[in-house]
């Protein structure tokens, strides 16, 4: 009884201690890399502040503040899906070297854009677009490497920690920035940030680079895996439309905020940077507070639309402050309703997607958040030109009530179920006199099925769950025939474009997806495992020898 006590202290000990928001540090290799990513991140919204003060100093109207959010948040549309994919098919350690000397040449040719008098807004807003290239690159290629540098029981407190990270930055960044534009001037703020991304790349060289027991996927294969994985995966597709729907309202956050303190209040530069760390405040108090009380108590949907109702309160309260401590205070709760809808909407995009295809389906939950990040900052500076701020901000709050109608039909607590965990299937299939080359293809796999009559429904229904999981995991076709000789024999046949593809389908299979392929093959009556065939394409050498098929 009392080893039995003992045990258990134990067990609830090692609980306590990889749940803390900590643990991830211990990792040496996590470690370097997390704390010049901090030291990154306050570079970076100190620039942010500072081109966003250039701007407006420029004389830059309502409708360019804006489009600087969309500047930022165009990339990541256009590029974020290739990076993932690249992601997937490219050594990520020299990516993430590559991103982060594309992103410190960027920052030093706005500095020296500025000192030699060329500055104007439509350099910052190209600028600005140009960094956004380096971050559209940077950020699917570390969200799949960071499964490689630390241990699954490390995985939960890195992703903590990397919002802790960002947080961090947005609340010391523009506090900094604003201070040292009055003194250094913004051009100096530049250079300081190029610099922080050179030490991010040294870090980086402590990366261990990955191996696979497979040849790579081609960059079009990879591509090509990421439309289809999305394709034929329902869940996946819940995922990205809320995520896209929230992205287009909380746009009006970065896109009407600097006009509200710059041209309705008309805030110093020390002041604009504390609109922002007030912001990044209230999003480090969620993460740190709000966050692990709500996840224990409510589902990730809950959570969700309390972040909808103070999203429309903040949108409200924003469009009335006519006193700059009121903007403070409002800064801080739309950081919180911020990182509490974004959060939950990232860890369940993260439970949705397999190891295998966690770079490019990053990359395309990245494109849909800032393709609406972008469309929604310029629907909202449009109509900010066409009336006003304060009206612009009621609009926002009435659009958003309905759409949080839509939480219910488009629930997200269904990822918390679902067990992605790699689940390789067995190689006891593959018997054949001469093994094919990895390159040797198309494959064409059947599966012989002998079912009950009474079964017919409930196995159809099986078979459309393993219609999904071949075609997302590597399958160009996907048929299930009926024997008409024989009504109770199936054959469910698929045709695969290389013998490598059809060993990945083998790697790619989950728990989850393994349930489903036990559950098909159940119905089976003959007592034996399901017959599997295997035929491979020699349709080549029939016309090298001349012979076309006839």
């Given at each position: 009884?009392?080893?039995?006590?003992?045990?258990?202290?134990h067990r609830?000990?090692?609980?306590?201690?990889?749940?803390?928001?900590?643990?991830?540090?211990?990792?040496?290799?996590?470690?370097?890399?997390?704390?010049?990513?901090i030291?990154?991140?306050?570079?970076?919204?100190?620039?942010?502040?500072?081109?966003l003060?250039?701007?407006?100093?420029?004389?830059?109207?309502?409708?360019?503040?804006?489009?600087?959010a969309?500047?930022?948040?165009?990339?990541?549309?256009?590029f974020?899906?290739?990076?993932g994919?690249?992601?997937?098919?490219?050594?990520?350690?020299?990516?993430?070297?590559?991103?982060?000397?594309?992103?410190s040449?960027?920052?030093?040719?706005l500095?020296l854009?500025?000192?030699?008098?060329?500055?104007?807004?439509?350099?910052?807003?190209v600028a600005?677009?140009f960094i956004?290239i380096?971050?559209?690159?940077?950020?699917?290629?570390?969200?799949?490497?960071?499964?490689?540098?630390?241990?699954?029981?490390?995985l939960s407190?890195?992703?903590?920690?990397?919002?802790?990270?960002?947080?961090?930055?947005?609340?010391?960044g523009?506090?900094?920035?604003?201070?040292?534009?009055?003194?250094?001037?913004?051009y100096?703020?530049?250079?300081?940030?190029?610099?922080?991304?050179?030490?991010?790349?040294?870090a980086?060289?402590?990366?261990?680079?990955l191996?696979?027991?497979?040849?790579?996927?081609?960059f079009a294969?990879?591509?090509?895996?990421?439309?289809?994985?999305?394709?034929?995966?329902?869940g996946?597709?819940?995922?990205?439309?809320?995520n896209?729907?929230?992205?287009?309202?909380?746009?009006?956050?970065?896109?009407?905020?600097?006009?509200?303190?710059l041209?309705?209040?008309?805030?110093?530069?020390?002041?604009l940077?504390?609109v922002?760390?007030?912001?990044?405040?209230?999003?480090?108090?969620c993460?740190?507070?709000?966050?692990?009380?709500?996840?224990?108590?409510?589902?990730?949907?809950?959570?969700?639309?309390?972040?909808?109702?103070?999203?429309?309160?903040?949108?409200?309260?924003?469009?009335?402050?006519?006193a700059?401590?009121?903007?403070?205070?409002?800064?801080?709760?739309?950081?919180?309703?911020?990182?509490l809808a974004?959060?939950?909407?990232?860890?369940?995009?993260?439970?949705?997607?397999?190891?295998?295809?966690r770079?490019?389906?990053?990359?395309?939950?990245?494109?849909?958040?800032?393709?609406?990040?972008?469309?929604?900052?310029?629907?909202?500076?449009?109509?900010?030109?066409l009336?006003?701020?304060?009206l612009?901000?009621?609009?926002?709050?009435?659009v958003l009530?309905?759409?949080?109608?839509?939480?219910?039909?488009?629930?997200?607590?269904?990822?918390?179920?679902?067990?992605?965990?790699?689940?390789?299937?067995?190689?006891r299939?593959?018997?054949?006199?001469?093994?094919?080359k990895?390159?040797?293809?198309?494959?064409?796999?059947y599966m012989?099925?002998r079912?009950?009559p009474?079964?017919?429904?409930?196995?159809?229904?099986?078979?459309?769950g393993?219609?999904?999981?071949?075609?997302?995991?590597?399958?160009?076709?996907?048929?299930?025939?009926?024997?008409?000789e024989?009504?109770?024999?199936?054959?469910?046949?698929?045709?695969?474009?290389?013998?490598?593809?059809?060993?990945?389908?083998?790697?790619?299979?989950?728990?989850?997806?393994?349930?489903?392929?036990?559950?098909?093959?159940?119905?089976?009556?003959?007592?034996?495992p399901?017959?599997?065939?295997?035929?491979?394409s020699?349709?080549?050498?029939?016309?090298?020898?001349g012979?076309?098929?006839?």
């Open positions: 009884m009392f080893e039995i006590k003992d045990d258990l202290k609830s000990a090692l609980v306590m201690t990889t749940t803390s928001t900590w643990f991830a540090l211990r990792n040496p290799t996590f470690r370097i890399i997390w704390i010049a990513s030291i990154s991140g306050c570079c970076v919204s100190a620039q942010d502040t500072a081109a003060w250039l701007m407006n100093r420029l004389g830059s109207s309502s409708f360019q503040l804006s489009l600087m969309t500047a930022a948040a165009l990339p990541f549309f256009l974020t899906l290739p990076a994919a690249a992601a997937d098919t490219v050594d990520r350690k020299r990516m993430l070297i590559g991103t982060n000397l594309w992103l040449v960027s920052a030093a040719l500095a854009i500025g000192w030699n008098g060329l500055i104007s807004p439509p350099l910052i807003l600005v677009f956004g380096g971050f559209a690159f940077n950020a699917p290629t570390y969200s799949s490497a960071i499964t490689d540098i630390v241990s699954r029981q490390e407190s890195a992703v903590t920690l990397g919002g802790v990270q960002m947080n961090l930055g947005s609340i010391l523009p506090a900094i920035g604003g201070s040292l534009l009055s003194v250094i001037g913004p100096t703020v530049f250079s300081i940030n190029s610099a922080c991304f050179l030490l991010v790349a040294a980086v060289l402590a990366w261990r680079r191996y696979c027991r497979l040849p790579l996927e081609k294969q990879s591509l090509i895996g990421a439309i289809r994985y999305v394709r034929y995966t329902p996946v597709q819940v995922v990205l439309a809320r896209l729907l929230f992205a287009i309202v909380i746009s009006a956050i970065p896109a009407l905020l600097p006009i509200v303190a041209k309705k209040l008309h805030f110093s530069p020390g002041e940077g504390l922002f760390t007030s912001m990044g405040i209230g999003a480090l108090l993460a740190v507070l709000v966050l692990p009380f709500g996840r224990a108590k409510f589902s990730p949907n809950l959570l969700t639309l309390v972040a909808n109702i103070l999203l429309c309160a903040v949108f409200a309260v924003m469009a009335l402050a006519r700059q401590l009121l903007l403070f205070v409002v800064s801080g709760f739309a950081g919180i309703a911020w990182t974004a959060s939950e909407l990232w860890v369940a995009a993260q439970r949705s997607m397999p190891e295998w295809a770079g490019r389906l990053s990359a395309v939950h990245m494109m849909s958040s800032q393709g609406g990040m972008a469309l929604g900052a310029i629907g909202w500076g449009t109509l900010v030109t009336t006003n701020v304060d612009t901000l009621f609009v926002a709050a009435l009530l309905p759409l949080s109608l839509l939480l219910r039909p488009l629930s997200i607590d269904f990822t918390e179920h679902l067990n992605i965990e790699p689940s390789p299937l067995p190689t299939f593959h018997r054949f006199p001469r093994f094919p990895p390159e040797d293809g198309p494959v064409v796999i012989d099925y079912i009950a009474e079964s017919r429904e409930s196995f159809l229904l099986a078979m459309h393993m219609r999904s999981l071949m075609l997302r995991n590597g399958a160009t076709t996907w048929q299930l025939q009926q024997d008409l024989d009504p109770n024999r199936f054959r469910m046949e698929m045709l695969v474009a290389s013998w490598s593809e059809h060993l990945r389908q083998h790697e790619r299979m989950t728990k989850f997806e393994v349930e489903t392929w036990e559950i098909a093959a159940s119905y089976h009556l003959d007592g034996e399901v017959p599997v065939h295997h035929f491979l020699v349709d080549r050498e029939v016309l090298l020898l012979h076309p098929a006839k």
